[in-house]
C-alpha cells in the first residue's frame, strides 16, 4: 500500500494503516512505517504499567537498582519511559539524548541484557535499563566516551593523500568504496564497544575495538589514503586480538557490517602491510592449505617458535586433553580436503 506523506515523503506498507496510524506517521515522521514502534510492541495498550529497574551510580557506595513505574503510551520508546521517570519521579536521574532520532548516537543504554539506542527502542513490560559496558560510568546511564574518543584520535581517520588532487570529479568506484562507505554509516553510538567481549577483557589485549575501528576504516579502507599512514596506524589497532564472534554486529543500530566489511578487510590489509602482526593467521593459513586441516601443535611451533619448549607443563595439559597431537604433526598428516583448501586460499589471494 503506498502513503504519500508530504513533498519528498511516500512511504509503503506491506499491511494497509488505519487512519489515525496514518495520521501519527505524518506527524511523527517515521516513514520507515514497517518499523513503526507500534508495529513492534504489539503486547502493550495504552494505560499498561510498565516496569523499569534502573542501575543508579552512587558514588560513596555501591551501585544499585532502583524501580519505577511508568504508564504506557502507544509508540512509546525507552527514552519516553525515561523521560516520564524523570519528569514524575526521579529528577536527579541521569542519561543522555539529544537528537531523539538515531543520528547523534548519544543515548544507547543496556536494556535487558542488549544494547540499544533509547530514542530508537521500543518499550518493554518489564526493563531493566543500565550504562554501556566497558567505559566508566559518570553518573546513572551516562558513561565516559573519553577512552573511545583517545583511540581514534591515535587512529588518526582522515586522508592523506600519496599524490596530488587531480581535480573533481574524481575518478572513485563503488567497488573501491563499498566498505569505507558502509564504514561512514557509523553514528558512534558504542554500543558495539560495550558488546565487544574482548575489550572486556580490559589491558589483557591491545585491541582498539569495533567503535574505533569503525571509525578508522572510513578513511584508512578509502583509495585516497596514503597506505604509509594506514601502516602506522594499523600497528596500533591489535586487530588480530578479534575473535569474529559478531557481537558487535548483532548490536550495532546503523547495521554495519563490521565483521565483514570493516575488521576482515582491515585484517587483510594489516597482513599485507604489516606482516609480523599477522602471524598468527599467515600460520593458520600456511597450515590449512598444506594439510587441509587445522594443526594445533603445528600452529603452536609455528607462532612460538622453540618458546613453546620454554612451557612444557602447559603443552602436557594441551596433550592430555587431546587438544594437540604431536604424532599427526611430526608426520605431517594430511586430510583430502588439503588440495581443495589450497585451492580457495589461493583464489582469494589468502593463501601464504
Ligand atoms: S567480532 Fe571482534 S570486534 Fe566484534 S565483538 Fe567480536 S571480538 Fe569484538
Ligand atoms: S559501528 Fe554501529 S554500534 Fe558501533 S559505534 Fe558505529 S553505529 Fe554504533
Ligand atoms: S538521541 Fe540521538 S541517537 Fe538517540
Redesign the pocket.
Same mark, same amino acid.
Given at each position: 500500500m503506498k502513503y504519500d506523506l508530504g513533498p519528498g515523503r511516500k512511504i509503503e506498507t506491506a499491511v494497509p494503516l488505519a487512519p489515525m496510524d496514518l495520521e501519527q506517521a505524518r506527524r511523527l515522521g517515521q516513514a520507515e512505517c514497517q518499523d513503526t514502534l507500534a508495529a513492534r510492541n504489539t503486547r502493550l495498550t495504552e494505560g499498561d504499567v510498565l516496569t523499569l529497574r534502573i542501575k543508579r551510580f552512587d558514588p560513596e557506595g555501591s551501585a544499585g537498582y532502583q524501580e519505577y513505574r511508568a504508564p504506557y503510551r502507544k509508540w512509546m520508546r525507552v527514552l519516553d519511559a525515561l523521560n516520564w521517570v524523570a519528569e514524575n519521579d526521579a529528577s536527579d536521574l541521569a542519561y543522555r539524548w539529544f537528537c531523539g532520532s538515531k543520528m547523534c548516537g548519544t543515548c544507547a543504554v543496556r536494556m535487558n541484557g542488549r544494547e540499544v539506542l533509547a530514542c530508537w527502542e521500543a518499550v518493554e513490560p518489564e526493563m531493566t535499563i543500565e550504562p554501556l559496558r566497558n567505559l566508566p560510568v559518570i553518573r546513572d546511564l551516562v558513561v565516559d566516551r573519553a577512552p573511545f574518543e583517545r583511540k581514534v584520535a591515535e587512529l588518526e581517520p582522515w586522508i592523506e593523500r600519496p599524490s596530488r588532487y587531480p581535480g573533481f570529479p574524481e575518478p572513485l568506484s563503488h567497488r573501491e568504496m563499498k566498505n569505507a562507505s558502509k564504514a561512514l554509516d557509523c553514528i558512534a553510538c558504542m554500543c /558495539?564497544y560495550s558488546? /565487544?567481549? %574482548?575489550?572486556g577483557l580490559g589491558d589483557l589485549t591491545d585491541f582498539a575495538?569495533?567503535a574505533p575501528?569503525v571509525q578508522f576504516a572510513q578513511t584508512a579502507l578509502d583509495p585516497r589514503t596514503d597506505q604509509e599512514k594506514v601502516r602506522k596506524s594499523l600497528k596500533l589497532t591489535g586487530i588480530f586480538n /578479534? %575473535?569474529? /564472534?559478531?557481537?558487535?554486529?548483532e548490536v550495532c543500530p546503523a547495521n554495519i557490517p $563490521? %565483521?565483514s566489511m570493516v $575488521?576482515e578487510p582491515l585484517k587483510a590489509r594489516a597482513a599485507a602491510l604489516v606482516p609480523e602482526m599477522a602471524k598468527h593467521s599467515l600460520a593458520l593459513r600456511a597450515i590449512v592449505a598444506a594439510r587441509g586441516r587445522v594443526d594445533p601443535s603445528a600452529l603452536m611451533f609455528r607462532v612460538q617458535g622453540l618458546r613453546v619448549l620454554g612451557n612444557l607443563p602447559r603443552a602436557l595439559r594441551l596433550l592430555l586433553r587431546g587438544k594437540i597431537d604431536p604424532i599427526k604433526t611430526l608426520f605431517r598428516r594430511t586430510t583430502e580436503a588439503a588440495g581443495a583448501a589450497s585451492r580457495i586460499l589461493r583464489k582469494q589471494g589468502r593463501a601464504p
Open positions: /558495539c558488546a /565487544c567481549p %574482548v575489550i575495538g569495533p575501528l /578479534c %575473535v569474529s /564472534c559478531y557481537k558487535c554486529e $563490521i %565483521v $575488521i
